[in-house]
């Protein structure tokens, strides 16, 4: 979803790749940010927490009729419908980040 957003262009693609993986973490209750995904990553949990709140944000935006392809694509269940996937609350997301 990012593909369709200028704001995530700036990013660098390791911190966009590992935002995602903690964010996926996070909504699915699978663990937070354990020192091992800390070393090979290079990012602290507390570094990609603005980054996580972002992408969390990114997935309440209603898609827009002109950008829709990727949406579409990640909607089908091929690819786990991901596309489809609610975001979390953001307070709740502020809690177990700061547990992370």
């Known amino acids: 979803m990012t593909l369709q957003e200028y704001d995530y262009a700036r990013e660098s693609p390791s911190k966009l790749a590992a935002s995602c993986l903690l964010l996926a973490l996070t909504m699915k209750n699978l663990g937070g940010w354990t020192p091992t995904l800390e070393y090979y990553s290079g990012y602290r949990s507390q570094d990609l927490h603005p980054l996580v709140k972002r992408l969390n944000f990114l997935l309440t935006y209603q898609p827009c009729d002109k950008l829709k392809a ?31």
Request: proline residues 3%; positive net charge; charged residues 35%.
């Open 70 to 100: 990727v949406r579409t694509k990640y909607s089908h269940r091929v690819f786990f419908e991901v596309a489809k996937v609610t975001p979390m609350d953001m307070l709740k997301l502020e809690e177990k980040l700061k547990s992370c």
